[in-house]
Every structure is written in C-alpha cells, then in structure tokens.
C-alpha cells in the first residue's frame, strides 16, 4: 500500500509537470550549436540533436517530437544541403524518437539499440503512468546492435556503445572519436535529478556503472552533449556521476540502518543539491524515493 500511495503521488506530481509544460509546437524554435569543425547539435522542444554534416550526407541523433520534424529537417539543411542519411535513437523515449515516422518516410535509415526497437513493438507506460501503444512500423529502427556499432562517414569514426542499463535499458552513447564528442542521450542532463525510468529498463546502479566506464573513456579535452541541456565537459560528467553515487549510497545507508522508506524525504538526503538540481521537474525529494524503490533492482547483466 506504502509503495502505491508513493507510485499515485510520484505520477500526478510528474502529470502536472507535464501538463504544465506542454509545448506550443508553432513556438518552438530549432536552433543550432557548433560544436566541433562539422559538427552541431540543435536544440528545440525535445532532447538535443545531434547533427554530423560532410561529402558523404548528414548523420543525426535523435529527432525530438513528430510536430517538429518540418523545422528540425529545415534547420539541418541550412547547415548542409545535402541528404540526411541515418538518424541515430540514443533511447525509446518520444521526446527523442518522435520523428521516427517522419523522417524514415524521408528514406533515412535508423539505427538503435536492441532494446529500443523491440520495446516500440511492445505496449509501454509513461511517466505519466499512461499506457502507450506500440510504435508504428515507420517508426522501427532499420539495423539494431547489442553492444557496439561503428559507423564511418565524412571522415569521421563513429562509436555507438551501449553499457549497463541506466537511464533505460537501451541507451547508446555517440563518440565522435576524431572530433572528441560524446553525444550521451539522457544518460546525462544538465536539468537537474534524471528521470530514471525503470518501467523501460532504467537503473540508477546501472547509470553509476555505465559513467563510470565513459568517464574512463574521456579525456578532459572531451566535449559532451547532454541529452538535455549545453554544451558540456567530463568534469562535467564526474559531477553528475558524484552526485548521484552520493544519493544513492545515503539512502542505501538509511535504509541498511532501518530507516523506513517514507522516511527518507524528511533526512535531507538531497539538500546541497537542491538549489541547482531542483530546478527541473523532479525534486530532491521525489528522486530520493525513486532512488530507494530502484536501488533493489539489480542491473541486467
């Protein structure tokens, strides 16, 4: 019962947030970043996207919602006239993946982790604790991999690496290798405590394990795009990674003294972040019960 009347008020805490900021999708403005030589990431109503533009056609990662699918393909060609060739799915979630539909009917190829493609197929539940149907056959990935995949193209190595489940089950990190860029989809944001969605997967254990294992992939010349937010460094990274190793281990620590759960919110696990991080839709408090119902979820392996 504890643990439903937590569930009932984490969902209408995140539905208000929701309603709130339901986008004007005529409003928004896609506006590009450079961040290395050729390449850029846009930012808009959604998450970042990241463009690749050279000789041999443009790459992007991700594609935020399907009402802006015009303006994002408008704001890539002013970057580069040339096709749009693949379209990377850092994870399933729609603020990402909206555009799926859109843009393979533009003849462009999707590439994802497994997870995401066979998770589209399937019924899934939102934040909102909203049932969503499975994706339409548009919006499928065209090639998947478990791990890793490289792609080439406009003189440039491509790594897509897939670590432990963290933010979902199928998040793929983007490094650029020659350029030095790390895009990370929603394994790391600057809005403040991360959505860890454990109904796709998601693992706070997890997202520890995979930072750890692309920070000692980084060096500090590194640059990052967030799956939200600006332009960022691996210090950065360390911090957010900190952070939440932090939280995590308090509330593993009260709970391992006895501590009831409820009463976690009241022991100031989250206060020196607050000020900062409390600013996106999740509060300390809120992420401080997510983390103690997610921490006896062991990572898939």
């Keep these: 019962m504890k643990r439903s009347l937590l569930s009932f008020f984490f969902i209408m805490a995140a539905l208000a947030v929701a309603v709130a900021q339901q986008p004007n999708y005529d409003t928004v403005r896609i506006r590009p970043v450079l961040v290395s030589n050729n390449l850029y990431f846009l930012k808009g109503s959604g998450g970042n996207i990241g463009v690749l533009i050279g000789n041999d056609g443009t790459l992007m990662i991700d594609d935020q919602f399907a009402p802006l699918s015009n303006k994002i393909n408008g704001a890539i060609k002013t970057l580069s006239p040339g096709e749009i060739k693949f379209l990377i799915n850092t994870h399933i979630h729609g603020d990402h993946t909206g555009g799926n539909d859109n843009f393979k009917k533009m003849g462009i190829t999707i590439l994802a982790q497994d997870q995401v493609r066979e998770r589209m197929t399937k019924e899934t539940v939102n934040r909102q604790n909203e049932k969503v149907p499975p994706r339409a056959k548009d919006a499928l990935p065209d090639i998947t991999f478990a791990d890793k995949l490289n792609v080439h193209i406009n003189d440039e190595d491509i790594e897509l690496i897939h670590f432990d489940p963290g933010h979902t089950d199928g998040d793929v ?29 998601g693992s706070v254990n997890g997202m520890i394990a995979a930072l750890d294992k692309i920070l000692a992939l980084m060096d500090d010349q590194a640059k990052v795009i967030p799956g939200h937010g600006e332009l960022s460094t691996k210090a950065d990274v360390k911090v957010f990674r900190d952070r939440l190793a932090d939280i995590r281990d308090q509330v593993a620590a009260a709970l391992k003294k006895g501590k009831k759960k409820e009463d976690l919110p009241n022991l100031g696990i989250t206060d020196k972040y607050d000020a900062e ?25």
């Design 173 to 201: 990190i983007v490094h650029f290798k020659k350029a030095n860029v790390y895009h990370m989809g929603d394994m790391f944001v600057t809005y403040g405590y991360p959505f860890i969605d454990v109904s796709s997967g």
């Design 277 to 301: 991080w409390g600013k996106g839709f999740l509060k300390g408090k809120d992420f401080v019960m997510l983390v103690a119902d997610n921490i006896a979820i062991a990572p898939k392996k």
